[in-house]
């Protein structure tokens, strides 16, 4: 039905294809920078790119009052405008189908269950998001002919099956560990940003294709005078500072892999008059007792690397703990440094992880232990010049291989191979191999 080429060819393919992506293309930075910013580039290569966000269904005679009962039992038919108009489905990384607490890692298949645990503790809670999927899902598995001919893609870029506890979802990630599975097992494609995470990936599906993470180099044209930074952990503007500007970002919950190269940042900031501590992604007591300048969570991946770039980095830290979650994460920090101009120093794991990209001492540091991490630093702190030359070269090497739109042409073939064999996923057994 589709005729696909390879990728230094997608731009001559003709025949349109229509992407239906279950859920948002926006919503936060990993739909942006795995879906969403793909799609303008995706339209002028043929490949329509549509969230599937609205889900009607029409109950069976005698299941209208009994909604959950309807949906458990099939008792149900989908309005099909969406899904008629699609070639591809692509499911992404785990979804909300399961009723969870709002304050702490508490999750339950169990709506009553949640809601007690709300009432004993005060917390907020709240029911599943998706109900429509699990009943969905299990028709799909049920009866392979009800898509169609629609290929299915599943698509993820963090080692869902191994969410930490320091995450804050764990429970949560847990309960949807079965629908994971399925997924990477029945999809007719699966879709990776990491090498890591492709070798887990194959053991569940023989067909997965690494697709790594790219930029959109015009969100960090921000404006980067002194002027533009914003407040300090006390309240006032930095500006004037001589010393290096070394930053971090993520949410608050990173403080375990900032405490990687903590010690190594403190000395630079007692010993080199004038240098700032930024945190971007998180202000609460303990990011305002390690930072001097912090910067509250963004969800708009456009707007956050506006920030970024006005918070005018020298040095930019990709500290993480070294274990199998963030063994499976991508190279995105020093891809968005590299862009605003800072020269990057990262962790290098021992099982190897996302910053095994990096040229050490070419365009980026890396350190696999906390003297490596006060050397490097130092070294950093003190040369100008060498921030400068490691800098340049990786601004350099990210506009020549992480631009989204040259890696748009990757998405293009996946999706068009993914529409050639329909149903490959079908034919073998959904269960974890």
Known sequence: MFRSAGYGNVGAMATPINVLVYG????GSCDVFRVGMYRDHLAALGVTVRPWTELRVDFATGWEKRPQEALDAGAFEVDRTALDWADVIVFRRYYFTTAACLVCDTASQSEAEIAEHGRLTGHAT?????????????RILRDPGWLDGRAIVYETDDDVLATPPWSGHSAIAGLESDLVRSMLGRADLVTVSTPP????????????????????????????????????????TSVGATGPRVAFYGVSSRMRDYAV???????VARTVPGTRRIWLGGDDDAV???????????????????????????IGLAPVVDEPFNRARSELHWLEYSMTGAATIASRLMGG??????????????????????????????????????????????????????RTAEWAD?????AERAGRGAAADPAPK
């Open 24 to 27: 948002s293309l926006d919503a």
């Open 353 to 406: 992880g996302p910053y095994d990209v990096i040229r050490d001492g070419v365009d980026g540091l890396t350190a696999r232990n906390r003297a490596q991490w006060r050397d490097s630093l130092k070294k950093l702190a003190g040369s100008p010049t060498l921030r400068a030359e490691l800098a340049g070269r990786a601004r350099e090497r990210v506009l020549a291989e992480y631009r989204a739109v040259d």
């Open 414 to 418: 996946a999706y068009r191979w993914a």
């Open 261 to 267: 190269c903590r010690e190594a940042v403190d000395e």
């Open 288 to 314: 305002r007792a390690v930072a001097d300048e912090v910067h509250g969570f963004e969800r708009s991946a456009p707007a956050f690397a506006r920030l970024l770039a006005e918070s005018r980095p020298d």
């Open 126 to 138: 709240r029911g599943p998001l998706d109900r429509l999927l699990r009943p969905i899902w299990r």
């Open 197 to 236: 995470l492709q070798r887990i990936a194959a053991r569940h599906n023989d067909a997965v294709r690494l697709v790594r993470n790219a930029i959109e180099p015009t969100w960090y044209e921000g404006d980067r005078s002194a002027a533009s930074v914003g407040a300090t952990a006390g309240g006032a």
